[in-house]
T-cell receptor, first 113, second 113 residues
Framework: DVKVTQSSRYLVKRTGEKVFLECVQD?????MFWYRQDPGLGLRLIYF???????EKGDIPEGYSVSREKKERFSLILESASTNQTSMYLC????????????FGNGTRLTVT | DQQVKQNSPSLSVQEGRISILNCDYT??????FLWYKKYPAEGPTFLIS?????DKNEDGRFTVFLNKSAKHLSLHIVPSQPGDSAVYFC????????????FGTGTRLKVLA
C-alpha cells in the first residue's frame, strides 16, 4: 500500500520565520508534488520534482523553494513565512507508469501569525 | 487562467439518488483525468480516472464520463450514500517531458439521509 507521510499535521509559525515542511514516500518513485489548498481556490501546484535534485515551478512558486536530496524525501521551504501562506499544504507522489494517479499525504495545516 | 473548472461549488442530493459532478477543461493537451474525494483535515483520496482514449470508466458506484469535443467530464455516483458527503476535485494531466497535474476548485457534495 502506497504511503506518503507528511511530518506535521499542524504547525503554527510567526511571520518572517523560515519554515520546513517535510514529505516522505515509501515507493521509490520519481515524481513528487507540493500543493496548497485554500477555500474556493482548490489545489494549486507550488513545485514538483521528477528526480533527485530536479525540480520545476508550478503555478504559484513565489515565496517557496524546495529540496530533493534523496528520492524518498521532498521538502517545501517557506523562506520567510507570511500570513498569506496560512493554508493546508499537501504533498503527493505519482504512481508508476504513464497514466497513474497521485497519492497524497494527510496534509499539514500551517498557520502563520 | 484556470485550466480546470468546477463551476458548482456545492451540490445536495438525497440518499439513494444519483449525484452528478461536473468539470470542464480548456487545455486540449490533457490526456488523463482523475477524480478525488476529500474529507476535512485529510489528504485527497483517489477515486477513479479515465484516459483520453476512452469516454467512460466505471468502478462500482462511480462512473466517469469524458466528452473530449466539449472538453467536459463528469462523475456519477449511484446510489449516493451519506458517507459520500465530501469535497470532490477533478484533475487533469498532460505530459510534456514532465508530468503536471492541475486541479479544479472542488464541489462540496452533501448527501441527505
Amino acid at each position: 500500500d502506497v504511503k506518503v507521510t507528511q511530518s506535521s499535521r499542524y504547525l503554527v509559525k510567526r511571520t518572517g520565520e523560515k519554515v520546513f515542511l517535510e514529505c516522505v514516500q515509501d515507493m521509490d518513485h520519481e515524481n513528487m508534488f507540493w500543493y496548497r489548498q485554500d477555500p474556493g481556490l482548490g489545489l494549486r501546484l507550488i513545485y514538483f520534482s521528477y528526480d533527485v535534485k530536479m525540480k520545476e515551478k508550478g503555478d504559484i512558486p513565489e515565496g517557496y523553494s524546495v529540496s530533493r536530496e534523496k528520492k524518498e524525501r521532498f521538502s517545501l521551504i517557506l523562506e520567510s513565512a507570511s500570513t498569506n501562506q496560512t493554508s493546508m499544504y499537501l504533498c503527493a507522489m505519482k504512481g508508476p507508469g504513464y497514466n497513474s494517479p497521485l497519492h497524497f499525504g494527510n496534509g499539514t495545516r500551517l498557520t502563520v501569525t | 487562467d484556470q485550466q480546470v473548472k468546477q463551476n458548482s461549488p456545492s451540490l445536495s442530493v438525497q440518499e439513494g439518488r444519483i449525484s452528478i459532478l461536473n468539470c470542464d477543461y480548456t487545455n486540449s493537451m490533457f490526456d488523463y483525468f482523475l477524480w478525488y474525494k476529500k474529507y476535512p483535515a485529510e489528504g485527497p483520496t483517489f477515486l477513479i480516472s479515465i484516459s483520453s482514449i476512452k469516454d467512460k470508466n466505471e468502478d462500482g458506484r462511480f462512473t466517469v464520463f469524458l466528452n473530449k469535443s466539449a472538453k467536459h467530464l463528469s462523475l456519477h455516483i449511484v446510489p449516493s450514500q451519506p458517507g459520500d458527503s465530501a469535497v470532490y476535485f477533478c484533475a487533469a494531466s498532460a505530459y510534456s517531458g514532465t508530468y503536471k497535474y492541475i486541479f479544479g476548485t472542488g464541489t462540496r457534495l452533501k448527501v441527505l439521509a
